[in-house]
């Protein structure tokens, strides 16, 4: 992969999940489209990329004074347990059910999004 295209797909994965939506949205089919990354091998590769951007993020919110802590506990936990549940589950499926899964995520993801900016004449500004 060349130093541009990845340094691209960083700076888009950044810009999303430094909005908190999530990176991998973006890089996954980045990587895979634009560049025939494996699907399996560009999931772990938006997981490496996550830990930094996601620390980051974080901080920055923490200081804005925008991390809401209530039920903090109640989602991760189940989340760290389901998160290793699934990767397991993901290594063992092939490529095609990996790419066809996470194309059905992204419509439903799109069609909730367009079904909120529909409803909310404001765009969703106070």
Do not use: W, Y
């Amino acid at each position: 992969m060349s130093f541009l295209v990845c340094f691209l797909c960083g700076v888009l994965g950044g810009i999303l999940g430094g909005m908190g939506m999530g990176g991998g949205s973006a890089l996954i089919p980045l990587l895979t489209l634009g560049l025939g990354v494996e699907q399996a091998a560009a999931q772990g590769i938006n997981l490496l990329a996550f830990l930094p951007m996601s620390l980051f993020a974080l901080s920055v919110h923490a200081r804005q004074g925008l991390l809401e802590r209530g039920g903090l506990v109640q989602i991760i936990l189940p989340a760290l347990l389901f998160s290793a549940l699934f990767s397991l589950l993901a290594s063992l499926l092939p490529a095609r059910a990996l790419k066809t899964g996470f194309g059905v995520f992204l419509i439903f993801l799109s069609l909730v999004s367009f079904r909120g900016a529909a409803a909310d004449p404001r765009g969703g500004k106070s």
